[in-house]
């Protein structure tokens, strides 16, 4: 079984192998491929929970891509958005004119990723899509489109695969479902 720190009483369930996961990779990277054919898109990952999602995505690319990240924190509970999001480290490349991706792990209620995407529509890139990996649509409280979706999650909280809980769990390949 895994190594755990000091969630030793937490229970973990496979949701989402491995294997699902590098198809679901595979599938996402061939679709965005074929779409920015002949451009070089900019991806934009958020951290920090989506950067192992994004280091897999972009092997499987047939693309020149750039790529750059951002945080962003909200203030409140731990599994849960409190609905103030801030930018707390903002990406470093302009964007102005450059056909941007974002690359979430999730999303939840939407707050989080539609501040993120009213803050990079300013900037004005030529293009503006989002690739998540998995969604929470039972718990949206704003509407959110996602150009490349890979997975629907129920209502549960997942760790793994870039996921924490209580930044435990990242390094985990598989996305499980953390209980107490
Ligand atoms: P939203 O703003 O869409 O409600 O969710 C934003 C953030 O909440 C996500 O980026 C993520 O950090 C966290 N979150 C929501 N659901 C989960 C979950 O099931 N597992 C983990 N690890 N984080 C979650
Ligand atoms: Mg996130």
Redo the contacts with the bound molecule.
């Keep these: 079984m895994w190594q755990m720190g000091h969630h030793q009483k937490s229970q973990l369930k496979v949701l989402i192998s491995h294997e699902e996961i590098d198809k679901a990779v595979a599938r996402l990277a061939g679709e965005i491929s074929r779409d920015y054919a002949g451009k070089r898109p900019l991806f934009i990952s958020?951290l920090k929970?989506s950067f192992v999602f994004m280091a897999d995505l972009i092997r499987q690319l047939d693309l020149p891509v750039e790529i750059d990240f951002v945080r962003l924190s909200?203030y409140g509970a731990a599994?849960?958005?409190s609905g103030k999001v801030r930018v707390v480290q903002g990406i470093k490349t302009a964007i102005k004119g450059r056909d941007v991706l974002v690359v979430?792990?999730?999303?939840?209620?939407?707050?989080?990723?539609s501040f993120l995407l009213d803050y990079l529509r300013k900037k004005k890139p030529a293009s503006l899509r989002l690739c998540v990996l998995t969604d929470?649509p039972s718990?949206r409280k704003v509407p959110v489109s996602i150009d490349y979706p890979g997975f629907t999650v129920p209502d549960?909280?997942?760790?793994g695969y870039g996921?924490?809980?209580d930044e435990e769990f990242r390094h985990l390949p598989d996305i499980c479902e953390l209980s107490s």
């Design positions: 958020v929970g909200s599994r849960e958005t979430e792990d999730i999303v939840d209620t939407g707050i989080t990723i929470k718990r549960k909280f997942i760790v996921l924490d809980f």
